[in-house]
């Protein structure tokens, strides 16, 4: 069965800083990866994916197929970043497996 | 505006008492999910339909039920609730051809 491991449940970076949300996969097939947000008070939504290959409000991720990573990245963190991040993976009978999410935090 | 409602948004009941939560999508979205979120585990899905009268099992169906008699609306049943039932819960639809959810705004449940 597919997992999906988000090591930090919390982190924390100064505005300006360069942030990175980490996240690994296991899935024996070829996947799609997926980065959701939930700001406070509100939906989840997709923020990117993998197929795509676009810049979503500064944010990148590189599927690493090696390292069966999928992270994701910003390199001038803002504070309206500050969110829940979840990772999440295509898998078998087509359902969506989320890991356990990454509440970030960007400091003034 | 495409959107998928839950109701209601918030809810306090006892343990025992059948409860439904309502999902509904005007996307006509084949795909239907269940999840509950909890803090240090994440979103877990409960249960998912592809189509009417197609469900089945998600992580953690125990103590849940669902329904799809309808392509718009997917029920959620708590037929006899218990305090480990509370939770953030979240609708979810997508079409056949994505992996891309919508999700509702989620309905936050307290079983005392």
């Known amino acids: 069965a597919q997992r999906v491991t988000q090591p930090e449940k919390l982190l924390s970076v100064f505005k300006g800083a360069p942030v990175e949300l980490k996240c690994n996969y296991s899935y024996s097939g070829s996947p799609e990866l997926f980065w959701y947000v939930q700001y406070s008070r509100q939906r989840l939504q997709l923020l990117l994916r993998h197929i795509s290959r676009e810049s979503i409000k500064g944010f990148t991720a590189d599927l690493n197929k090696g390292e069966t990573s999928f992270h994701l990245k910003k390199p001038f963190a803002q504070e309206e970043d500050s969110a829940m991040y979840y990772c999440?993976?295509?898998?078998?009978?087509?359902?969506?497996?989320f890991g356990s999410g990454t509440q970030l935090t960007v400091l003034p | 505006e495409a959107q998928v409602t839950q109701n209601p948004r918030y809810l306090i009941t006892v343990t025992g008492k059948k409860l439904t939560v309502t999902c509904s999508q005007n996307m006509n979205h084949e795909y239907m999910s269940w999840y509950r979120q909890d803090p240090g585990l994440g979103l877990r899905q409960i249960y998912y339909?592809?189509?009417?009268?197609?469900?089945d099992k998600g992580d953690v169906p125990e103590g849940y039920k669902v329904s799809r008699k309808e392509k718009r609306n997917f029920p959620l049943i708590l037929e006899s609730p218990s305090p480990n039932q509370t939770s953030l819960y979240f609708c979810?639809?997508?079409?056949?051809?994505?992996?891309?959810?919508?999700f509702g705004p989620g309905t936050r449940l307290t079983v005392t």
């Open positions: 979810a639809s997508r079409t056949s051809g994505t992996y891309e959810q919508y």
């Open positions: 999440a993976t295509s898998g078998s009978a087509r359902q969506l497996t």
């Open positions: 339909s592809m189509n009417v009268e197609v469900t």
